[in-house]
C-alpha cells in the first residue's frame, strides 16, 4: 500500500514539473529582431505578450558599445556623439559696449570739433600742438569702439563712426594748413564748409541709431 502511495506521489510531480515546462515554452516564444539593411539578428523573447530584445545582441547588431552607468545600461551607437547645444540667438541691434565706446567716441570727436570752431571764431593761431591731442582722444575712443564691436549692427556701424572721425581729421588738417601758409580764416567759415555739414548731418544720423538701436545708412557719413 505504501509503495502505490509513494508512486502515485512521484508520478503527481512529475506531470507538474512537465506542465510548468510546457506553460513556461508557451509563455516564452523565442524569435528574432532584424533591421533593414543590417546583417545578423538579436534574440527576441515574448513574454505574457511583450517582446523584450537581448541586449547584448542589439548591441551587436547596430555595432554598438554597452555600458553601465549604476542600474543603467548604457548603449553607445558607433560614431554618435553628445548633441551640441543649438547656437545663441544672434543678437539684434548694438550691443551694449558698443553702443557706450559709440557714444564716447562721438562725443570725443564733438569736443575736438568744438575746440577747432572756438579757435577760429576768436581768432587764435591754430597749432597742432593744440589741436593733436584732441585728435588722438578721438583715435584712441574710436579703437576702442572697434574692439566692443560684437552684433552684425556694431560691425555695419563701424565704417561709418570711422567716417566721422576721418572727416574731423580732414577738416582739422585743411584750417592747419591755412594757419601754415598764412592764409586768413574767416571766423564764420566753418558755418559754410561742406566737411563741417558733413560732420553735422552725420553725427546726426549716428546719434538717431543709437537712440533706434538700430542700423541704417542714410548715405551721410560718405
Known sequence: MRTLVTAALTALAVLTAVSLLVLTLAAQQIQSLAFAGQSGTARVVQVNGANYVEVDGLARLLSASLSFNGNQIVLALAGSAPSAAPPPPAQAGFSKEFLNAGIEAMAVVREWNAALKNGIQGG???????????????????????????????????????????????????????????????????????????????????????????????????
Open 124 to 222: 587764435i593761431p591754430l597749432s597742432e600742438v593744440w589741436l593733436n591731442p584732441y585728435r588722438n582722444q578721438a583715435q584712441q575712443a574710436l579703437r576702442l569702439a572697434s574692439v566692443a564691436a560684437n552684433t552684425d549692427a556694431d560691425r555695419s556701424a563701424m565704417p561709418l563712426l570711422t567716417s566721422e572721425f576721418q572727416n574731423m581729421n580732414k577738416l582739422t588738417n585743411k584750417y592747419l594748413q591755412m594757419t601754415k601758409s598764412m592764409t586768413y580764416i574767416d571766423p564764420d567759415s566753418l558755418a559754410n564748409d561742406p566737411i563741417e555739414q558733413q560732420l553735422y548731418t552725420c553725427g546726426h544720423s549716428l546719434a538717431a541709431m543709437v537712440a533706434n538701436n538700430q542700423f541704417y545708412d542714410d548715405g551721410t557719413c560718405h
